[in-house]
């Protein structure tokens, strides 16, 4: 393929650079700079490379556009405008950043149509195309067959100096590096400019050695304000590539053809109305016209559509011949496509007898994901470099490695992803994103806390990721205070759309699957055990999917103790010995916060009622218990290392400091009837 | 200086390789592996460089030690064994990881002397260095005379290949190259294993043309394991590097002397008891004893320490003379060095009526930043590439910048970070940790989270760090939800030994800064807003400074309106919309939780009685409000992008709404008497 400039170049990317200044001049708010820099780059790209179907957004094998410089936005927008997309005629670009518009400040995932990912936390796109790609490579090594190339899409990404500048982003492309993502190529607008000026100021490493170091292949375009030929040329060799991921390093001039072009002035404020008169007078365009698109421009665009659509119809038919030849795999990809999981599959999860063996919760968890992957084919595991304390590789899991290491294949399922866990958090994001995978992965519990980032992302796209998040509490133990999470439980329970689970034994462990491989559209931290964990008298599956529920009744008892995961059996042990000086107390365990809180409030109310007091119990800190509770027993400092059976006692953790405890509150409250919050909470619901 | 080698070396490398071995098996937990392949290069380092006076600590001139692969803790309990350190008689070699030892799992600062930060999270301690290098040229920058060179330390790290797949560490390399910092030099254990085996599953980027990338000096030593004058040679010429970060990759193999030596079994796991054995015999020593120390082992070792001691005492009496010739220098750093500010810098904080302007807290805090940096020298500020809109530089601010790239000097006391939040904030612990700094930086609160294993890790080790965190809340506007926390305060809240403010007005942002300047042993985060915020009647320093307090007292109240940040305001529009009804109503700020929870109850009590009902009111998860208050009002969704007063409105954050709510609560308990939560706990203190 080479390359012919077709009439209508110019004229689309000069339409791109003054539909950006004028969506930003509109809103009074946003970054021209960037779209009216990358314009070239990204016209080339969509142009004579990009297969998208507009009217079929979803199109499966549509090739995936990030922009991980996402407060670059109006480009996109723009792009998809033009692109005749559903969701963004030209009133959404005048309502750029306005309520409720499309137009959001930065790209959203589920809220604008042809927006693949949420970026403009830097760095997070850049690693969501790496989970994009890894999706792409596991789907044709998994589905593909000779004369039947159903997954051949490509992942191109635009990212900027301050996507490089994040570690996530480093992590991320070490790691693609190594599993040699041919089919990922990024455009790295060297601008020179970020919030704080020249990059001189702080960003001076050579980005073409460090990508090289990390196994791409790089190259550069040294004019990408305009050199279409050579923009082309470079995409095109990068496509040739396939056994590396590609970077593209595409000098620019941040808001090019404005009087401040390559000033940072340009990159995150409106350009004077003077300014942008002039800009579209050099472009050829009317100085007072705004939010003008030549018809030419629509029409150049509209082929691109066609194009798109031409290879979403094909696909569908070749789709169809693969489903005569290969029925199994084609119910089986249809059935991923759809989003829908495989009937009965929640059958392979295991229940437990009171009677069962004590078993640590991250081993429960092993047990759950051996025998779901067997029927749940989309499970793509993992561990930040873990694996042996996660337990999340199944007994016959292949790792996904580029086949040439001879340690793995792209069919593979368990992913390495190395001592990276904010990558990892975003590649799982990129994974869900694709929209045929269900990505799990581990790491200790408090290291979860380096990938807060990408999980509030996974929480606001409502990816279904599920953190297989081990080494729970104190419970740890000898790793001591820098491993042990302590604010982290809190922390997962205030991000809105996420599910924080801390089951208390195997049928609350198996409860908390369930539900989380259920929620399409919600991702879930399972925070697991080290020690064992007896199995519980009460517990059950379904018990445990709502959330909350009683674990010992007792219609006379002088307190409730309610609390969660290792704490549950230490709270059974508390009401023995609190039965020994004829104290009566009920249990109930909360395994997760956000799932009990959508329970009707009746059923609530019978959980935690008014009337005697109510004590938590919980190895965290006490902060958020008191929306269950009066009294509140947790650890509000950090934790020590030691064995784990020695810090339940110094932290005030055993069955018998629970007993003493809750004696002194049930003795402070005696003979007082306590409103309990839920019936607060009732009485304004109510009223 | 060339290498000569002492009859002492083989005995004490193999010393260590034992003792290590010995410390994990009887603490049966932990990570015998790389302490026994770093022992060379330790000892090398140790033997030929270290300058630390171990019968004076904290000489503020030694050299800094940094094992950012803290899991490998063994080596550096057993070399400060070895030099004599008193945190570390052999007792505590034999307590390793039990209950109140001096060796916990990880090292941590502040715990066991002659740790200089804490590490075990990977790539912490790697970023450290680089504050900790900054520290030393900073204030060589400042005070170093003709003469006088008082501060030249190095500082030296050992990383592994953990450290180097983590995105802080690329982000804290990456700076460092940028600001040349040729006083830090890494030894990069390069044994090839990490906890999922070889690192050919997951790492197999060349790090050496990475950090050649990032403008480093680079070398390596090819037998670790006994080419001493290798790495000799490798530090020498390290050293002689000024202008540039060095790393030396050392090949080792882990677990050398093992049966299992350059296995990932001997990474995470004691050696089995014969195996120890075999080793011991191996390297010439008494296979059946345990805990063995060579005599002329402990003699080099005091040699060592006997040169740092006279070099303490050289450096004592070069500070001295010092004094003579530059009297108000010596003072200020004598000061510094004693951990004490200015007599009277307090009252460099302005003070606001209510008469006064409103104004957006991140520019009331640009003003305190700016009369602080005149009178406390040991403010070194910064901001994670959003200078302009953090507004983190004071008027008269140089960059610290090395000087050959024109932009600053070394002794400028402003650093541009660029956009790497997570390296920011362990650098800035760095910067604490040398002694002598108060490191401040900004970046929007949201992105605070992409630090929080940082942050977290200043709380555990109690360094004054202060995040100037602007962009506060739903009110940063049209940048949307990817930018607006709602989960971030109570996450913040939640870390044990650490302060969020959320201040109200001026006064309360004076006072934040009051409290957090002088807390010498935790960190602060300062919520600011984007948009402005009038000043309240009835605020002050003092108050503030309490953490909670009554705003609008009303002795008859319908109800208590509880609030800190931005809400407070809107809390008193609501006052007066209240009173348009016939309802009173009383309004209590509570600028940091943790400050107000350390007040006398019964002054907490005061603040919010019990008697009327509590509604909280806060532009953030309502998720750790019950504490304070029987109603909530906040977000408990992700945020929008639109202009932050349309967005208050949509998120009913108005005085109108917030007395619409108010009044309802008040109506729905009217004429109950609730107790207040601070009640509860009142009596179950009092018992």
Redesign the interface.
Known sequence: MSFTKAASDEKAIATIRCLAADVVAK?N??HPGAPMGMAPMAHTLFSRFMNVNPAHSKWVNRDRFVLSN??ACALIYILNHLLGYKDLPMEQLKSF?????KT???P?YGHTEGIEV??????QGFSNSVGLAIAQANLAATYNKDGFPLFTNHTYMFTG???L???????AA??A??LKLGNLIALYDDNHI???GDT???????????F????WHVSHVLDGDKDLEGLFKAITDARNVTDKPSLIRVKTTIGFGSKQQGLAATHGAPLKADDIEGVKAKFGMDPKEKFVVPDDVYAAYKEIADRGAKADKEWTELFKAYGDKYPNEHAEIARRIAGKLPEGWEKALPTYKPSDDAVASRKLSETVLGKVADVVPELLGG?A?????NLTRWGNAV?F?HPS?Q?GDYSGKYI????????MGAIMNGLAAYGMHIPTAGTFL??V??A??AV??S??SGHRVIWVATHDSIGL???????QP??TA??L?????LMFWRPADGNETSGAYLVAIEAKSTPSVLALTRQNLPQLEGSSIEKAAKGGYVVVENESADITLVASGSEVAICNEAVAKLGEKGIKARVVSIPCFSVFDAQPIDYRLSVLPSGKPILSVEAY?T??W??YS??QHGI???G????AK??FK?YKMTGEDVAAKAE??A???QGQT??S?IE??A??MK?
């Not at 090289?212 to 196994?215: F, P, S, T, V």
């Open positions: 809103s708010s946003g996402g407060h950043r306005q309520i409720d518009s959001p400040g930065h959203e949420t970026t403009g936390p830097l760095g100096d301050g996507c500048q994040e570690g996530i982003a480093s992590e070490s790691l590096g190594h970020s919030i704080d001189a100021c702080s960003f001076t490493e050579d980005v073409e050695a460090r090289l170091a990390y196994g561990s470099d873990l694996t042996g304390s790792d490695q290491t340690l390495r992803y190395g001592v990276r866990e904010h990558a408090n290291f806390s380096y807060i980032g509030r992302l929480a606001l133990g000898e790793d001591g205070p820098t491993h302590i604010e809190i922390a329970r205030a991000i809105p759309n800190s902060l958020g008191s929306k009066h009294a509000n400092t950090f020590a290392s030691a064995p020695e810090l110094k002194h509150v003795k402070v409250f306590l409103v919050p607060l909470e009485k304004l009223y």
